[in-house]
């Protein structure tokens, strides 16, 4: 079994609880079925007075038909020639009750009788009517008990005992190297066998064959201090070893032994091999909790698995035992019902499964979860599809499509409501918590946004510390076996140790460590982003100081030191236009492109006219009118146009200046030609002679090296193509990509 995969040794294990499931079926339905519900008459007295109360009639039973009423009292029942009374002590649910071994071979052959009686083709009812009036009716009680007719307790029972199987082969399929989950394992298979001989024989109509009543109990017997030996074998190898492994074995065969005698009614009582035994096992199994957790006291890990599967245990069996067999052994009438009370034992196996959820048990981990989910999905859905086909009887395309449909939108979501509420554990939405951590990201102050993210760490996992780490943590990781979340430096904040998550009511699982490292990388990156933030901001601010100071400040300088009132007042508007350049870049971030051109042919005319010079400028098609151009393109186009028309104004002696932008394959092409005796060409010629020596523009008299400075800031280019009269400046520049800082290149 150890090359066995984790799902076929669940299915397996299922596969044998269904298997029991259907033999105790199987004997439950193989019984005569008259039709009625017979309970202790309260009315009546000793229970050797003959009489009980029909309580129910089923409406399709041959109690029905032949007239048989809810109300009346069944005092004996006949049949070829045998007549046999019927006594409350008939219905007693246990014959452990019954005081010793006379009293059960007494009851058990009463047994016999009546459900030989029940066996012939014709059974007469002696009856009395509410009224106290004898009424004798025959019926023809049919061969078998319909399924349905089956009560609730025989199903509490057989899902206790499938549920037992289920859940002990998925802790034995996923842990096979160890004694602990074999031994609780093997409470499962003892359970199951207790629960399902109890379901048919504590269920039964009025009688059954007093042979397999005897074995059902003898069966009943051994699943029943199997289960407390496979607990007390349980505790003392888990979560550490007390004994050697020859221990649990020397207990085993001394249940064995115990259940023989028993058997064969060599024990001074009934109680003996019954809830004697079984009293004192639970007894050893609190004691043995109880040791383990002083053996344990410096583990918390082991600790906290003790106390959740310790807990479930003595809630479980504790509960069974004060229910069943304390009033027993008292000599007294059980508190429950035997049925229902096998309910309890389904505590500890529901408690395992919450308790690997938070504990980890048997160092199950949250892929346990993902085998049970998707094997449950397997056996739903083969269960429905031979539920369609033999009960239904569909074809099986359509059985297996219809199959398919149930699991998909019926289990799936389901299971994944289930995974996210046992496994992740998750406090607030995804949403939720994105939302937070930009918050903590985009914190102001360094130590508020520290603080922020211990309480966003708080939030999340709830813990009952939250230290700063001793050592380095350059990633997320669990320690401590779960005990301990180690968080890198984050937000300003320290390295974290986060300890007891959840009130120290669970441990940290893969999926929680998952959960601790997106947070933290989400985190670092929010806090990139921030810091480009505050790049840009910077970057943003320097470059409207060297705007403001280079622009505005060098014109308002010159304009304060120019004798000529017509040229300051030049200079004046030249700072204003840059003011409000800067300013628009800052109200707006982007501009269109139909709006540059507009701006700039409104600023280029008006200097043009003061100056006495013509402005050709033809208009263009306006297809890129809405085209955005970025402040830093619109900013050093509007000075390098101003710095070209500067040039032609004070050196070009031009009378016309021609003026033409187009964008072309993701570039904006600027043309400015004047038909002026052509300076600018010969400072261009002399600049390039000088930037071949250093691989620098030096700035010159002409502005030039101003002018490719704030083309260079964009990755562009300045071509100076000859002319027969005047000069001609092009500009190119791009649109799309990174700006590559420095002059601009010139061609």
């Known amino acids: 079994m150890s090359r066995w995969s984790p799902s076929l040794v669940i299915l397996c294990a299922f596969f044998v609880g269904l298997v029991l499931d259907g033999a105790a079926t199987f004997l439950a ?110 019926i023809a009680p049919a061969d078998s008990r319909p399924i349905l007719d089956l009560p609730l307790l025989f199903w509490v029972q057989i899902m206790t005992g499938v549920g037992a199987m289920l859940i002990g082969g998925w802790v034995l399929g996923l842990r096979r190297d160890g004694s602990g989950p074999l031994m609780f394992f093997l409470s499962a298979p003892t359970l199951a066998v207790s629960a399902f001989s109890a379901a048919v024989y504590g269920t039964r109509e009025l009688a059954i064959d007093g042979m397999l009543f005897r074995e059902l109990s003898a069966l009943n017997h051994l699943g029943a201090i199997g289960f407390g030996a496979a607990m007390i074998s349980l505790f003392l190898v888990y979560p550490k070893r007390l004994v050697s492994n020859l221990v649990p074995v020397a207990v085993g065969i001394a249940v064995a032994v115990l259940w023989v005698l028993d058997t064969l009614r060599l024990t001074p009582g009934p109680g003996y091999g019954g809830y004697y035994a079984t009293l004192i096992e639970m007894i050893l199994i609190v004691t043995l909790i109880g040791v383990q957790w002083r053996k344990n006291r410096h583990d918390p890990t082991a600790r906290a698995a003790l106390r959740w599967l310790g807990l479930s245990i003595v809630l479980g069996a504790g509960a069974f035992t004060m229910a069943m067999m304390v009033p027993l052994t008292l000599g007294t009438e059980p508190l429950l019902s035997q049925g229902m009370a096998f309910g309890f034992f389904l505590l500890i196996y529901i408690g395992l499964a919450l308790g690997v959820r938070r504990y980890r048990l048997f160092e199950l981990d949250e892929w346990a979860f993902k085998v049970m989910f998707y094997t449950l999905g397997a056996m739903l859905l083969l269960a429905m599809d031979g539920v369609l086909i033999w009960l239904i009887g569909l074809d099986q395309a359509p059985s297996l499509g219809l199959s398919l449909i149930v699991v998909g939108f019926g289990y799936l979501p389901l299971r994944e409501i289930l995974w996210r509420r046992m496994v992740l554990r998750r406090p607030i939405a995804d949403h939720e918590l994105f939302r937070q951590v930009i918050e903590v990201a985009f914190t102001a102050r360094p130590a508020e946004r520290a603080e922020r993210w211990r309480q966003l760490i708080r939030t999340v996992f709830d813990p009952l510390s939250l230290e700063p780490a001793r050592g380095e943590v350059s990633v997320a990781r669990a320690d401590a076996d779960g005990v301990m979340l180690l968080l890198p430096p984050t937000a300003d904040a320290p390295a974290l140790e986060v300890r007891y998550p959840w009130r120290g009511r669970g441990l940290f699982g893969p999926a929680h460590l998952q959960l601790a490292r997106e947070m933290t990388q989400l985190m670092r990156h929010a806090d990139e982003g921030r810091a480009a ?83 050709d400028w033809p208009l263009d098609d306006g297809a890129h009118d809405e085209l955005p151009l970025d402040y830093a393109v619109y900013r050093n186009l509007f000075g390098a146009l101003r710095e070209i028309i500067s040039n032609v104004i004070r050196h070009a002696a031009a009378t016309t200046v021609r003026i033409e932008i187009r964008v072309e394959d993701g570039s904006l092409y600027l043309s400015v030609a004047d038909d002026g005796i052509g300076l600018v060409a010969a400072a261009a010629a002399d600049a390039d002679g000088r930037a071949d020596a250093d691989g620098e523009r030096p700035s010159g008299g002409l502005g030039l090296g101003n002018l490719a400075r704030r083309v260079g800031d964009l990755g562009g280019r300045i071509a100076f193509p000859e002319q027969p009269r005047g000069t001609r400046v092009d500009l190119e520049l791009p649109l799309e990509g990174t700006a590559r800082p420095g002059p601009a290149p010139v061609g």
């Open 29 to 138: 339905v193989d019984q005569p079925w008259t039709g009625l519900r017979l309970v202790d008459d309260g009315d009546a007295a000793p229970a050797r007075e003959p009489g009980v109360r029909i309580a129910a009639v089923a409406r399709n039973g041959p109690a029905a038909a032949a007239g048989v009423a809810q109300g009346m009292r069944l005092v004996a029942i006949e049949a070829g020639g045998r007549r046999e009374e019927v006594l409350p002590g008939d219905l007693i649910e246990e014959s452990d009750m019954l005081p010793g071994f006379p009293a059960i071979i007494a009851f058990q052959d009463r047994q016999t009788r009546l459900a030989a009686i029940l066996a012939a083709d014709w059974v007469e009812l002696h009856l009395v009517d509410p009224e106290g009036e004898p009424i004798r009716l025959w």
């Open 533 to 615: 933030y505050e790049r840009g901001a910077t970057e943003e601010r320097r470059r409207i100081a060297r705007d403001l100071h280079d622009d505005v400040g060098a014109r308002l300088l010159t304009g304060l030191h120019k004798a000529d009132l017509g040229e300051t007042r030049s200079l004046i508007r030249s700072a204003l236009a840059d003011i409000r350049t800067i300013a628009a870049g800052l109200a707006r971030g982007s501009m269109p492109l139909g709006r540059v051109i507009a701006d700039l042919r409104h600023e280029t005319s008006g200097r043009l006219e003061a100056a006495g010079l013509a402005l």
